[in-house]
């Protein structure tokens, strides 16, 4: 953990401010996503690129990620429904990476050559400039507010942004070079990442160590004493998760 993780004692204050703050940056994803979704599969239509409609996609199930953290912080006690939005994380991640692994293949077995997309090339370049903010912004609620399952949605949209740079990558060779091989082939590695992240997810490896309020404005730091996690697994299951970023 770096300095900048360190957050202040997480009283019941702070933490429903950070929850309002969680369901904010899920909906601002959610937002982004649809119109990101519509345009990249209208685009990849139009110019016949199985990139870009794997890209469009993708992005639903970045919304997908993002409604089920809007789901996890509409309860009383989103620490409760933990286990379950991570899990739900975790499905979108594998079936993203089924989508991308079974798109390459058709792509490098000769599915078609897509013609060039300016437009394409626009969509992806404007997911590289915002999602790694959005991703950064995510992972730092998560963290402070001891959420599994939102540092879980910061890596689902940290995996969009390589996904971007692979989509703009791949849209910029064809168009300049007529390398249609190239995307991909990248997209197997963005697979093997999703494959990685998902299976991470499911074991409650993005759990991290909720605080515990306590009186007089501090907080007992958790996973220690028999306590649980954000996942609610025990406190030796938690030294284990705690350290993943």
């Known amino acids: 953990m770096t300095a900048a993780d360190v957050s202040p004692p997480l ?17 601002a994803s959610v937002t982004y996503n649809v119109v990101e979704a519509a345009a990249a599969l209208t685009a990849g239509a139009i110019a016949g ?18 409604l089920v953290i809007l789901w996890q912080f509409r309860h009383p006690m989103p620490e409760t429904r933990e286990r379950r939005a991570l899990r ?3 499905v979108s991640f594998f079936a993203l990476a089924a989508y991308v692994t079974i798109d390459s293949a ?31 912004a995510q992972r730092r609620t998560g963290r402070a507010l001891g959420s599994g399952s939102v540092v879980a949605d910061s890596k689902q949209t940290l995996l969009c942004t ?7 990558t791949g849209l910029l060779l064809n168009a300049l070079l007529g390398w249609s ?14 494959v990685k992240e998902g299976l991470e ?9 909720l605080p515990t309020p306590v009186a007089g404005g501090s907080a007992d730091p958790g996973c220690a004493g028999g306590e649980s996690d954000a ?3 025990p406190a030796s299951t938690s030294a284990r998760t705690g350290h993943a970023s």
């Open 11 to 27: 009283t019941s204050g702070r933490r429903r401010r950070l929850g309002r703050r969680a369901q904010w940056l899920a909906g």
């Open 181 to 194: 091989w190239a995307d991909p082939i990248a997209g197997l590695v963005i697979a093997t990442v999703a």
């Open 231 to 233: 996942c609610g697994n």
């Open 49 to 66: 690129s199985v990139a870009l409609v794997g890209f469009g996609l993708d992005a639903l199930v970045e919304v997908s990620s993002g």
């Open 88 to 90: 739900l994380i975790a």
């Open 162 to 168: 390589y996904l971007s740079a692979v989509l703009l």
């Open 106 to 136: 058709r792509t490098l077995l000769g599915a078609g050559d897509p013609a060039p997309s300016p437009v394409g090339i626009v969509i992806a370049a404007a997911s590289l400039l915002v999602m790694p903010f959005l991703s950064w």
């Open 201 to 209: 997810a499911w074991r409650g490896d993005s759990c991290v160590c």
